[in-house]
């Protein structure tokens, strides 16, 4: 036969009392947590490394002369854009000579030197003057290509529309110290 075991009463009013207070804790604890999972992946804590700069070969055949090697010598290597720095950016295998990007991937700022003259400028073309630089602004649907036309070696930066207007400062500051003016025509 079988032996029925009785356990004290006050030690099972014990252990239920234990267990209500358990529950009651978890219930407390994940309203004060707002009641958020967190069964999910675990946050990463640190970023993947930027992807390389994809630029097209270009007809540059300037970018390998003294003028851009001093330069592209010269650059900051962080732009200010809207208040926020672009860090020089890596750009990818083959890298052109003379080219140096600064920003995500996605849309970075991109210069170039020593290009062949823009087909666009002639003499009645509309010149804005920053820092002591000529440049002939060119539009596109997402970025803005400015030439630098008052030097020995063309010069283009290539800036995304919503960047604002520190990139083409800080690079013309630049180029105002390093290369110097001449006449446009």
Do not use: H
Not at 152 to 174: E, F, H, R, W
Request: net charge positive.
């Amino acid at each position: 036969m079988s032996q029925k075991t009785f356990y004290p009463r006050g030690a099972v009013i014990a252990a239920s009392v234990l267990v209500g207070l358990l529950i009651a804790g978890v219930i407390v604890l994940a309203v004060v947590n707002g009641g958020t999972d967190t069964a999910g992946p675990a946050p990463t804590t640190t970023s993947a490394a930027p992807r390389p700069v994809a630029l097209v070969p270009v007809d540059a055949p300037d970018a390998g002369g003294a003028d851009c090697a001093k330069l592209v010598k010269a650059l900051p290597r962080t732009l200010v854009s809207n208040g926020k720095p672009l860090a020089r950016a890596q750009i990818a295998a083959p890298a052109p000579k003379a080219a140096l990007a600064w920003g995500p991937a996605e849309s970075p700022v991109v210069l170039r030197c020593g290009l062949s003259r823009p087909p666009e400028l002639t003499r009645t073309s509309s010149l804005r003057v920053i820092s002591g630089v000529q440049w002939l602004p060119i539009g596109g649907d997402d970025a803005i290509t400015w030439y630098a036309v008052d030097r020995a070696v063309t010069v283009a930066l290539t800036i995304p529309q919503d960047a604002g207007t520190g990139p083409i400062q800080d690079v013309s500051s630049t180029i105002g110290k390093t290369l110097a003016a001449k006449p446009v025509f």
